[in-house]
Structure formats: structure tokens, C-alpha cells
T-cell receptor, first 114, second 113 residues
């Protein structure tokens, strides 16, 4: 099992550009999450999904979009990149109904917007 | 929604001393409280967790205590070692967002030898 795989690991974007951060898990987890971590801060929930076709907003969803067409994939889309979106992005997954058990993080994507 | 406060933001101790990090949460329905350790440039790693029906849990040098009435929980590290230096995050589950974890802002622990 690869666990949770995120690509790319690093990316530099110019203001106004768009990009998609990829997240794939091979553990058949229904629940998936996107977090961002700003320097010296904790993780903030951007979006989450409890299954294919179901997504919802977290604490800081503005400027982002997600989709969940399959159980395995949960891409995060930035449409008009802004310097405030410079951050490290973590994807995570967990089996449904486990109430926190089995929370697995990807290795992160470090994004810089200039 | 759930809100998690964590203190202190930085903590410096001498090797062999104990370290205590405290967190409070707002949602009385939260029932799962993990602690994560994050080394520079790495993903968060679960080090210990506790459920709301347990008051204390210990794993070698690490322990977590939970006071449900006061809505606070603490991480205790005894006999600290330089390799314990990292950022530690507490978190609480929220059933309002697909059982997502809501994190505190983190504590940077520095252990000097």
C-alpha cells in the first residue's frame, strides 16, 4: 500500500495562475480531507469529503474547489492563485465511521505564490 | 464548530526534564483527542491519542490526560531527549465536518542537552 500520495511535492505559481493539487489513496477510505498549514501554525481544514460525489466546506474554503468522482482521488483546485495561498497543503484520509482512528496524512505539497 | 486552543506556543527544557503541553476544546460532543508530532518538513505523525471515556493513557515516556468536565487535555513527556525536539499539535474530532480533526496552533518544543 502506498497510503496517501500527493503530487506535486513543490510548486511555484504566479499570481492569477491556476493549478490542481492531486491526492490519491489506495486504502479504500471513504473520508478524505484537505488541510493547509501556514508557517508556525496548525493545520486548517479546507474541504472534506465523506464519499464519492459528496464534498463540503471546512474552516477556510475560500479560493479553493474540490471534486470527488472516485473513492481514491480527491483533487484540490486553486483557480486564481494569491500570495495568501502560499502554504503547505496536506491531504488526509480515514475509514468511515472510525471517529478519528486510522487518520493517514500524505507527505504534503509546498506551494509558493509569487 | 469545534475550536482548539493550545499552550504554550514554545517550550524549552533541559534534557531529562518533563514537558507539559495543554489544550482546551469547545465542543462537548468531541470524543477523540490525538496528539501529533511534526518534524521540520515532514507530515504530522500520531504519537498518542485518547477517547472521551478514558481519563489517562500512557505509552512509555508519553502520557495524555483528559478532563471532560473542564474540556481540556494535556500531553506529558517525561525524561525528555534532544530527539523529542519538534512541533506538537493537539486535535479534537468534530462530528460536524465528516469527523475531521480540528487542530491547535502547535507547540515548538526544544530540548537542549
Amino acid at each position: 500500500n502506498a497510503g496517501v500520495t500527493q503530487t506535486p511535492k513543490f510548486r511555484i505559481l504566479k499570481i492569477g495562475q491556476s493549478m490542481t493539487l492531486q491526492c490519491t489513496q489506495d486504502m479504500n477510505h471513504n473520508y478524505m480531507y484537505w488541510y493547509r498549514q501556514d508557517p508556525g501554525m496548525g493545520l486548517k481544514l479546507i474541504y472534506y469529503s465523506v464519499g464519492a460525489g459528496i464534498t463540503d466546506k471546512g474552516e477556510v474554503p475560500n479560493g479553493y474547489n474540490v471534486s470527488r468522482s472516485t473513492t481514491e482521488d480527491f483533487p484540490l483546485r486553486l483557480e486564481l492563485a494569491a500570495p495568501s495561498q502560499t502554504s503547505v497543503y496536506f491531504c488526509a484520509s480515514t475509514p468511515s465511521g472510525q471517529n478519528g482512528y486510522g487518520y493517514t496524512f500524505g507527505s504534503g505539497t509546498r506551494l509558493t505564490v509569487v | 464548530g469545534e475550536n482548539v486552543e493550545q499552550h504554550p506556543s514554545t517550550l524549552s527544557v533541559q534534557e531529562g526534564d518533563s514537558a507539559v503541553i495543554k489544550c482546551t476544546y469547545s465542543d462537548s460532543a468531541s470524543n477523540y483527542f490525538p496528539w501529533y508530532k511534526q518534524e521540520l518538513g515532514k507530515r504530522p505523525q500520531l504519537i498518542i491519542d485518547i477517547r472521551s471515556n478514558v481519563g489517562e493513557k500512557k505509552d512509555q515516556r508519553i502520557a495524555v490526560t483528559l478532563n471532560k468536565t473542564a474540556k481540556h487535555f494535556s500531553l506529558h513527556i517525561t525524561e525528555t531527549q534532544p530527539e523529542d525536539s519538534a512541533v506538537y499539535f493537539c486535535a479534537a474530532i468534530t462530528n460536524q465536518a465528516g469527523t475531521a480533526l480540528i487542530f491547535g496552533k502547535g507547540t515548538t518544543l526544544s530540548v537542549s542537552s
